[in-house]
């Protein structure tokens, strides 16, 4: 191995250089002109983006296996190098390598993907990249009320996915339970002031519910899930103040 570095360095490696350049290039310009034709021919954004950065990753990989096999065309080098290299970055930064098996783990198994609404690590927001080492997410929450968006960027590592439970409020079911609740005298009349909130809330309800009982059942095949009611309900319960209602529902 040390043998072959000596030869190697000693001699003239302008053909090689001008061909890895050339490779490049040409990946380069492949990759510009696909993200410019996706543009054009495909609208939705989350589509657009998921088939551009799979083309990306493509080339990537491509140029770099054709780099590799110029500059090293014997199979035995190549793989002597790789393991050298995959040692020695191991060694140094453990937290890079988790990164990486976590990127493997999240492009497989997929606990969220790219548009997902995730919170991991007290840490919540949309989820609008996933790199090699960062998921990079849209924040929502902290000071900005309605679970809306801040505006800030933020990049989490992707080891974390090995650290901390994953909630993820889009993938599966798209709907998550909520609860209004709003406190009356006792004196005054509950039981009508409970009817009001529920005949509110079945109102919209209704909007919803074919959407609702059609994801649910598709959840089930994947999940052991099951809810007994999907329609809204008030709970009584009295407080300090009086008399609380809380309303659950979808």
């Not at 302008?14 to 490049?24: C, G, V």
């Not at 390598?97 to 783990?105: G, K, R, T």
């Not at 009349?189 to 059942?217: C, G, P, T, Y």
């Not at 899930?225 to 809204?232: A, D, H, K």
């Amino acid at each position: 191995m040390i043998e072959w570095f000596r030869i190697n360095i000693s001699g003239d490696h302008a053909e090689e250089l001008l061909i890895s350049l050339a490779i490049l290039v040409v990946g380069w310009v492949i990759r510009k002109l696909t993200g410019e034709v996706l543009i054009r021919k495909i609208e939705d954004p989350h589509h657009r983006f998921t088939i551009n950065r799979r083309v990306g990753r493509g080339l990537a990989i491509a140029t770099l296996i054709l780099v590799v096999a110029i500059w090293f065309p014997n199979l035995k080098e190549i793989v002597a190098i790789l393991s050298l290299f995959g040692a020695g970055l191991a060694i140094v930064n453990r937290e890079v390598i988790l990164s990486m098996v976590a990127w493997l783990h999240i492009i497989t198994r997929q606990p969220y993907g790219v548009g997902d609404r995730i919170e991991l690590n007290d840490v919540s927001g949309d989820v609008i990249d996933i790199s090699l080492l960062v998921t990079t997410m849209m924040e929502t929450r902290e000071w900005v009320q309605g679970d809306q968006s801040t505006g800030r960027i933020m990049r989490i590592p992707n080891n974390w996915v090995f650290l901390y439970a994953v909630k993820n409020y889009t993938q599966g079911f798209e709907y998550i339970w909520n609860e209004l609740s709003v406190t009356v005298s006792d004196k005054s009349d509950w039981n009508m002031a409970r009817e009001i909130m529920m005949s509110l809330a079945q109102e919209s309800s209704f909007i919803v519910e074919h959407q609702v009982k059609s994801q649910l059942k598709t959840m089930t095949q994947e999940y052991l899930v099951y809810y007994s009611t999907l329609t809204p309900f008030v709970y009584v319960a009295t407080n300090e103040r009086g008399i609380q209602l809380t309303l659950r529902y979808l």
